[in-house]
């Protein structure tokens, strides 16, 4: 009898799920969460011939090398900025993500970060328990509404079109730019006029973002940026860290050229620039904006139904939900071939 294929599980998720790779594989699965160090990786992936892996683990050249069996990478997550696709797709190694299943809880994070940001609650909070309430005043943490106002959605995937729907309940009129306009169909659905980036930033009351990163989209929202934004406006981040220059916006904050921000995402995650810290308009949140339980259950499932299926087993095998670079390693395959 031939001896199963191995695969490696980086970090600790949901174990009856992952359990279910049991049934095909020999696993082995990272008992507590572990900040690997890139041989670590190497090791693990030069024996393994699939792996589940989290947004904590950089997968690029030099972890995969000398990955002679290694086939498939399954990232838990619908982001993949630490995956090195190009360098996996040279290998011969398929990728994948988690998306759809997230979709309407970020959005419903999104949206309740853009509240807290726009309305000051964890200032308020903040505020009332350091003891400093002492009796009511009328112009005491006023914020901006939300309702009536003008949203800016920039980067309008599933998740931006989910957040524009939320929009139309509040009667906000909401613009939004993306790298290619949606069809006008969709434009309807979600009540969402299409503009410039320069007039998006302009023209919100409250920004979100919500585009993938790339170096085409690093630092994105620098000084330039909030210096075309409105001093009252706010600033929501649930996308990746590195699209916003946190420096410019601390800037921004302290003179008086932006209103607030909420972050749930930062450039070196999970250290935090010092200066964000300081500021009292920032609400900051560690990178949970898919993190109910449904949904973050639903991730690890679809993680383990690609790995299951990259590597030739199960009811869609040979054909994994969620594939991020399938042409590539076929077109890499045809060229060693």
Known sequence: MSERPRVWVSQPLFDDIVGRLGEYFQVS???AVTQHSPAAINAALRAADGALVTLNDLIGAAQIAGAERLRAIANVGVGYNNLDVPALSAAG????????VLTETTADFGWALMMATARRISEAERWLREGHWQR???DS????DVHGATLGILGMGRIGQAIARRAIGFGMRTLYHNRSRLP???????AASYTSFEELLGRADHLILVLPYSPQS?????????ARMQPHATLTNIARGGIIDENALCDALEQGRLAAAGLDVYEGEPKLNPRLLEQRRVVLTPHIASGS????RAMVSLAVDNLIAVLGYGPD?????SPLNADQVAMTKRGAA
Do not use: Y
């Open 218 to 226: 690093h630092h994105l929202i620098d000084a330039a940026a909030f």
């Open 136 to 138: 009511w005043s009328f």
């Open 184 to 190: 006008e169909a969709v434009e309807r659905e979600c």
């Open 29 to 31: 699965a990272t008992a």
């Open 93 to 100: 190694i398929l990728a994948s993500n988690t998306p759809d």
């Open 317 to 321: 095998a040979g054909r994994p939900p």
């Open 141 to 144: 943490l006023l914020g901006g």
């Open 293 to 296: 339980l449904a949904t973050r």
